[in-house]
């Protein structure tokens, strides 16, 4: 089964779907596993592990300053397959995929990258910094192993471009839900009703939204509107303020009904 049609089975069951992210070696692997076991065990269904980057221009301050301080650590590209392969094998119930930029695959080897992504157990790879008309071998690689290459609709993205972009990729569609970096607050009104009913037009490929996705609340609004919500920065500040134990409860409450 495809990730398309694993997302969309599980969508049978479950109102929306929730995706996390994380960026490994932050503030250490003993913490990321920890970090993981919670969101598997309250629920979540895809996790994005970011390998990190000098220069995550995606990327908002928090996560900008965890992807420096692994690097500084001495994360390594083959320390981060050698983890995701341990919790894709730990946690079978959710869909792991690597987030990171393309320097780090270029500089790998875009094939062995891509093959090794694969034989780890991942389903896809989310590349921000790829368009894809550069990203041509990417994709035709990445389907040929059967991996879900996630591209992006955007607010500023034209109706064509949307349907254009959609064809190419493959698993979901990555909506960012305003302009801007990882991490500031998006304003759930009007604009973004009407950007993501476009982007359901679009495509058929299953909506994940995210950049600034916080709170229960927000969950809330996007269900019925998106398939998935993506939680990535508001992790990381709980992590830090109040230590991984406390990420089980978090999860479990942005995914309360009522």
Known sequence: MDMKQELQKRLTTKPILLMTHLVLGYPSLAVNREVIRQMADSGVDCI????????????????????????????????????????????????????????????????????????????????????????????????????????????????????????????FIYCVARRGVTGQQTAFDGDLEQYLARCRRATDLPLAVGFGISTRADVALLTGKADMAVIGTATIKLVDAQGPEAVGPFITGLLAQG
Request: glycine residues 8%; negative net charge; aromatic residues 12%.
């Open 48 to 171: 994005e592990l970011q390998i990190p980057f000098s220069e995550p221009i995606a990327d908002g301050p928090v996560i900008l300053k965890a992807s420096q301080q692994s690097l500084d650590n001495g994360i390594t590209v083959e320390e981060c397959f050698c983890f995701g392969q341990e919790m894709a094998a730990a946690f079978p119930q959710v869909r792991f995929l690597f987030m990171t930029y393309y320097n780090i695959v270029f500089k790998y080897g875009e094939a062995a990258f891509l093959q090794r992504t694969r034989d780890i157990g991942f389903c896809g790879t989310i590349v921000p910094d790829l368009p894809p008309e550069e990203g041509q071998t990417y994709l035709q690689q990445s389907k040929l192993l059967g991996l879900a290459p996630i591209l992006f609709f955007t607010p500023t993205s034209t109706d064509a471009r949307m349907q254009a972009v959609a064809a190419q990729g493959g698993g």
